[in-house]
């Protein structure tokens, strides 16, 4: 009896041997985990509260750069600063950051950090770079370290002017204004670099390494650098839609002849991007990483990421401007290792899980052959063999349409895309992915089979019989609860080509609005009168007062023999964040960005200062009542402000205050 389960099929594509670069054969799946201002929706505790909706269907997860940043507020950390003593980012902390590192590892998904190596910012002129210490060595970037042509050489006017000097060597890359580009010619550079990347991987637990703005740089430092640190996963963000010149830089990585580092392929996001954008899906035909068998394997393959995306109306960007499902749809049936862009999965959990669901029971891999298959301006369709099975893909706004030949049998269809596989393949599939669903749902079960359309089912995991429940290939079953779905084929009495789904129903409670309370304690610093300046978490002013410094805020309160400023505000959204600047009457001086803030909180303005701003500490005053057993009480909430049905141990929002159960 041929039994397939959803843990057997993940197990083909866990890691293959240590790769140069990046792994040969490799059937994984990596998540972009966040999109431009994805302060709130990217924290690390939230990521890490994701972590059983990402686990089985991603298996690297790509996180901000994930340092103290330059500017002191707000940043995606593109302006980066520290690269070992601070990791107090947009995002969360240190200790935040590794527990959630530490939790992905735990399920089986890869972290894999931003690296920004190309440039960096300063502390407060063009040349000062902090010294840090890392296992007993401190290293510190030098004036001397900066490109001699840096900015245009405006770098160089005002270092000369100011007594210090830059290094001989022009840079090796394109030239960005926006931060010091750094000299990689330089051994102490190459040094600090080294360094850096050894903490990544072997302090914080990163599995891999994503390098930022490769182009800045020549193509040999990054193969320096990963002959160095040994990443099993290095992918460059080579912007460029020409595929010989992104082969070109991944050629310029080799050591000893072995390319060192894969890159995200942005000719194929370009295929994607022109057939959608133009309505003419031939397009996808066009060359790519991906279709090319000898580069393949380093093919990181995507259809939008942050740089792309639409922003607003001021930044609109060059965005697919439809049917992202289908792009999603063709980008994993597709050879090369898809990267899904967050706010897509954001928007299509479900889909997107059935689809990676089909693309690792076909066994598609990064170095999987594929055959173009069918063309037109209306459809375009691809198969890849996968070590199962193959895959064959159709995709566009006439993929309806398309009549397969006997050959094939749909297993997954959407808005534009359909997937089929083989009958030959002899199997049971169902259309819906094992995982955690909020609401019912329904699962269609199709036979894969030239000998018979009947199949059977159980829903508590016990292997289908003759006697079991038996339905025809295309019916849809609904899945009201928690359970273990087993289908199989019922050929002659027999039953063979099982398939396993692990499903839990969680439905949630209607979210109910409650207020929270931030307190803040200003004697440290002697201020006599405190303003909160409070936006949410997409950037909406919460004051009051719509213009900076927002809010003078006059309340007061005494707790733990202090007083306390405080104010209320309202949560409205199971993912609404709020996020402050305490600051004096005049808006100066002011503090460093409060982020994140779900509960009632506690803060006290620190004397110590990031740059001109004041740090501020979190305190633990405030928990209102010790719980000590779990009844059940309305208004319950997690830290991360979703409902909860009982008391949990550790914190609770409950009506709004902290509630500490034992």
């Given at each position: 009896?041929?039994?397939?389960?959803?843990?057997?099929?993940?197990?083909?594509?866990?890691?293959?041997?240590?790769?140069?670069?990046?792994?040969?054969?490799?059937?994984?799946?990596?998540?972009?985990?966040?999109?431009w201002d994805s302060y709130s929706a990217s924290r690390w505790t939230k990521l890490e509260a994701n972590v059983a909706d990402f686990a089985g269907t991603f298996d690297l997860i790509w996180i901000p750069q994930s340092g103290k940043s330059a500017s002191g507020g707000q940043s995606m950390g593109y302006d980066d600063l520290y690269w070992f003593s601070n990791y107090n980012s947009s995002f969360g902390n240190e200790a935040e950051l590794r527990s959630m590192i530490s939790?992905?590892?735990?399920?089986?998904?890869?972290?894999?950090?931003?690296?920004?190596?190309?440039?960096?910012?300063?502390?407060?002129?063009?040349?000062?770079?902090?010294?840090?210490?890392?296992?007993?060595?401190?290293?510190?970037?030098?004036?001397?370290?900066?490109?001699?042509?840096?900015?245009?050489?405006?770098?160089?006017?005002?270092?000369?002017?100011?007594?210090?000097?830059?290094?001989?060597?022009?840079?090796?890359?394109?030239?960005?204004?926006?931060?010091?580009?750094?000299?990689?010619?330089?051994?102490?550079?190459?040094?600090?670099?080294?360094?850096?990347?050894?903490?990544?991987?072997?302090?914080?637990?990163?599995?891999?390494?994503?390098?930022?703005?490769?182009?800045?740089?020549?193509?040999?430092?990054?193969?320096?650098?990963?002959?160095?640190?040994?990443?099993?996963?290095?992918?460059?963000?080579?912007?460029?839609?020409?595929?010989?010149?992104?082969?070109?830089?991944?050629?310029?990585?080799?050591?000893?002849?072995?390319?060192?580092?894969?890159?995200?392929?942005?000719?194929?996001?370009?295929?994607?991007?022109?057939?959608?954008?133009?309505?003419?899906?031939?397009?996808?035909?066009?060359?790519?990483?991906?279709?090319?068998?000898?580069?393949?394997?380093?093919?990181?393959?995507?259809?939008?990421?942050?740089?792309?995306?639409?922003?607003?109306?001021?930044?609109?960007?060059?965005?697919?401007?439809?049917?992202?499902?289908?792009?999603?749809?063709?980008?994993?049936?597709?050879?090369?290792?898809?990267?899904?862009?967050?706010?897509?999965?954001?928007?299509?959990?479900?889909?997107?899980?059935?689809?990676?669901?089909?693309?690792?029971?076909?066994?598609?891999?990064?170095?999987?052959?594929?055959?173009?298959?069918?063309?037109?301006?209306?459809?375009?369709?691809?198969?890849?063999?996968?070590?199962?099975?193959?895959?064959?893909?159709?995709?566009?706004?006439?993929?309806?349409?398309?009549?397969?030949?006997?050959?094939?049998?749909?297993?997954?269809?959407?808005?534009?895309?359909?997937?089929?596989?083989?009958?030959?393949?002899?199997?049971?599939?169902?259309?819906?992915?094992?995982?955690?669903?909020?609401?019912?749902?329904?699962?269609?079960?199709?036979?894969?089979?030239?000998?018979?359309?009947?199949?059977?089912?159980?829903?508590?995991?016990?292997?289908?019989?003759?006697?079991?429940?038996?339905?025809?290939?295309?019916?849809?079953?609904?899945?009201?609860?928690?359970?273990?779905?087993?289908?199989?084929?019922?050929?002659?009495?027999?039953?063979?080509?099982?398939?396993?789904?692990?499903?839990?129903?969680?439905?949630?409670?209607?979210?109910?609005?409650?207020?929270?309370?931030?307190?803040?304690?200003?004697?440290?610093?002697?201020?006599?009168?405190?303003?909160?300046?409070?936006?949410?978490?997409?950037?909406?002013?919460?004051?009051?007062?719509?213009?900076?410094?927002?809010?003078?805020?006059?309340?007061?309160?005494?707790?733990?023999?202090?007083?306390?400023?405080?104010?209320?505000?309202?949560?409205?959204?199971?993912?609404?964040?709020?996020?402050?600047?305490?600051?004096?009457?005049?808006?100066?001086?002011?503090?460093?960005?409060?982020?994140?803030?779900?509960?009632?909180?506690?803060?006290?303005?620190?004397?110590?200062?990031?740059?001109?701003?004041?740090?501020?500490?979190?305190?633990?005053?405030?928990?209102?009542?010790?719980?000590?057993?779990?009844?059940?009480?309305?208004?319950?909430?997690?830290?991360?402000?979703?409902?909860?049905?009982?008391?949990?141990?550790?914190?609770?929002?409950?009506?709004?205050?902290?509630?500490?159960?034992?």
């Amino acid at each position: 009896m041929k039994k397939i389960l959803l843990s057997a099929i993940f197990g083909l594509f866990g890691l293959t041997a240590m790769a140069q670069g990046w792994p040969s054969a490799y059937g994984g799946v990596m998540l972009q985990g966040f999109y431009w201002d994805s302060y709130s929706a990217s924290r690390w505790t939230k990521l890490e509260a994701n972590v059983a909706d990402f686990a089985g269907t991603f298996d690297l997860i790509w996180i901000p750069q994930s340092g103290k940043s330059a500017s002191g507020g707000q940043s995606m950390g593109y302006d980066d600063l520290y690269w070992f003593s601070n990791y107090n980012s947009s995002f969360g902390n240190e200790a935040e950051l590794r527990s959630m590192i530490s939790t992905f590892k735990a399920n089986g998904i890869g972290t894999i950090a931003d690296v920004v190596i190309n440039h960096r910012g300063n502390l407060s002129t063009w040349v000062d770079f902090p010294a840090e210490t890392y296992k007993g060595v401190t290293y510190q970037l030098q004036s001397t370290d900066i490109c001699a042509d840096d900015d245009g050489g405006s770098t160089k006017t005002w270092a000369t002017k100011n007594g210090y000097s830059l290094s001989s060597n022009n840079d090796t890359g394109e030239d960005w204004s926006g931060m010091r580009d750094l000299d990689h010619k330089s051994s102490n550079v190459q040094t600090c670099v080294k360094a850096y990347l050894d903490f990544l991987l072997n302090d914080l637990g990163y599995a891999g390494v994503r390098y930022d703005m490769t182009k800045g740089y020549a193509g040999s430092y990054t193969g320096l650098y990963n002959a160095a640190a040994n990443p099993t996963y290095s992918v460059g963000e080579y912007w460029d839609g020409n595929v010989s010149t992104v082969k070109n830089w991944l050629n310029a990585t080799k050591v000893n002849g072995s390319i060192m580092s894969a890159a995200f392929d942005f000719p194929f996001r370009y295929t994607v991007r022109d057939a959608i954008n133009n309505s003419n899906w031939s397009k996808l035909s066009s060359a790519s990483l991906m279709s090319d068998a000898s580069y393949r394997r380093y093919s990181v393959t995507f259809v939008e990421n942050h740089d792309t995306e639409y922003r607003s109306s001021s930044e609109q960007q060059d965005p697919i401007k439809a049917d992202t499902l289908a792009a999603n749809a063709w980008l994993l049936a597709m050879p090369g290792t898809p990267c899904v862009f967050y706010k897509h999965f954001l928007e299509y959990p479900a889909e997107i899980k059935a689809m990676v669901a089909a693309r690792k029971f076909a066994g598609i891999t990064n170095t999987s052959t594929m055959t173009n298959y069918v063309s037109s301006s209306n459809y375009y369709g691809s198969y890849a063999d996968g070590t199962n099975c193959q895959l064959l893909a159709v995709v566009g706004k006439g993929a309806g349409t398309y009549t397969a030949t006997a050959k094939w049998v749909e297993i997954l269809s959407g808005y534009h895309y359909r997937y089929f596989i083989p009958k030959s393949t002899n199997t049971a599939y169902v259309d819906l992915a094992s995982g955690t669903y909020e609401s019912a749902q329904k699962a269609k079960l199709t036979a894969v089979s030239s000998n018979t359309t009947t199949l059977v089912y159980t829903l508590d995991g016990s292997t289908p019989t003759a006697s079991s429940t038996q339905v025809q290939s295309g019916t849809s079953i609904d899945i009201t609860q928690s359970c273990t779905l087993t289908v199989g084929l019922l050929i002659n009495g027999a039953v063979s080509g099982i398939i396993t789904r692990e499903y839990v129903i969680e439905e949630s409670e209607p979210f109910e609005p409650y207020d929270v309370t931030v307190y803040v304690n200003v004697d440290q610093v002697g201020w006599s009168k405190v303003n909160f300046w409070c936006w949410d978490q997409d950037g909406n002013t919460m004051s009051t007062s719509k213009s900076w410094p927002g809010d003078n805020v006059t309340a007061t309160t005494t707790a733990d023999g202090k007083t306390w400023y405080y104010q209320t505000y309202n949560i409205s959204s199971a993912d609404m964040e709020l996020n402050f600047v305490f600051s004096t009457g005049t808006g100066s001086p002011q503090t460093v960005d409060c982020t994140g803030v779900t509960e009632d909180t506690y803060y006290e303005v620190s004397s110590e200062k990031d740059g001109s701003k004041y740090l501020v500490n979190k305190t633990s005053t405030g928990i209102d009542e010790v719980i000590t057993d779990k009844a059940q009480v309305k208004g319950i909430f997690d830290l991360q402000g979703r409902k909860l049905q009982t008391l949990q141990k550790g914190l609770n929002i409950v009506n709004g205050k902290k509630v500490f159960v034992k």
